[in-house]
């Protein structure tokens, strides 16, 4: 396991959705503060980060849109102005997490020449990205999708299927250049392997409370699967 296992691209917070609204950049003299109705845009923003921080929460039930409209103090009319339904605002939080994990596993595949490297690190990647966000985690391992549509499962699922076929990818490269006489099945054994690892150790985060990190031990068990 080399040192450093994932470009330091993996902080976004799931407090903030990873998507910011733009910075008020307004000059001029100071006046009474008012306060200032949201763009749409700005408060599409706003509604995500919400429901990532709720998110958060251990122990969180499902969370309903009255609770996600008495949090940003609004009426659930005023979700349903930027979201035609709940199950738009999830896909919102999946595909924040789909973009920020592929961005960087394509980094990984274009830097890294090693393939049992980049294998490495991808796991690490969805790991430290998972620590980093934690209501982000419950989407992943389905727990925030039990009592949602159906299509939102799916898409999570399609997810770790690209996780697993990326690294089946790379494997495959590492079983050619060790000589492998079956580089196919070997890498897409291991390839497996390292899915359920990730899996499993999100699940146990999410389910201890956000107590016990997915990145535990982690050099150490990547060693003992690599082996």
């Known amino acids: 396991m080399t040192?450093?296992?994932?470009?330091d691209a993996t902080t976004a917070d799931a407090s903030s959705a990873g998507i910011e609204a733009p910075a008020d950049r307004s000059e001029g003299p100071a006046v009474t503060p008012t306060?200032?109705?949201?763009?749409?845009?700005?408060?599409?923003?706003?509604i995500l980060q919400t429901l990532a921080s709720m998110l958060e929460q251990p122990g969180a039930e499902r969370i309903t849109t009255a609770a996600l409209a008495a949090k940003l103090d609004v009426s659930e009319a005023a979700l349903y102005r930027h979201f035609a339904s709940k199950a738009q605002m999830f896909e919102g939080l999946i595909e924040f997490i789909e973009s920020s994990v592929f961005t960087l596993v394509n980094q990984i595949t274009e830097r890294e020449t090693s393939g049992a490297a980049?294998?490495?690190?991808?796991?690490?990647?969805?790991?430290?990205?998972?620590?980093?966000?934690?209501?982000?985690v419950r989407v992943m391992v389905g727990d925030a999708l039990v009592f949602e549509h159906e299509r939102l499962t799916v898409r999570m699922n399609q997810f770790f299927d690209r996780v697993e076929s990326q690294l089946r990818q790379s494997l495959r490269q590492a079983a050619e250049v060790a000589g492998?006489?079956?580089?196919?099945v070997d890498a897409g054994a291991m390839a497996s392997v390292l899915t359920a690892y990730v899996v499993g150790r999100l699940q146990r985060y999410a389910r201890s409370g956000f107590k016990r990190n997915p990145t535990e031990h982690l050099d150490a068990a990547l060693q003992r699967l690599a082996a």
């Not at 040192?3 to 470009?7: A, F, L, N, Q, T």
């Not at 306060?35 to 408060?43: F, I, M, S, V």
């Not at 980049?118 to 982000?136: C, D, H, S, T, Y």
């Not at 492998?180 to 196919?184: D, E, G, V």
């Open 3 to 7: 040192d450093s296992p994932v470009p």
């Open 35 to 46: 306060r200032k109705r949201p763009k749409p845009g700005e408060r599409r923003v706003q």
């Open 118 to 136: 980049q294998a490495q690190r991808i796991v690490a990647l969805i790991l430290q990205f998972g620590e980093k966000n934690p209501g982000m």
């Open 180 to 184: 492998s006489m079956t580089p196919t």
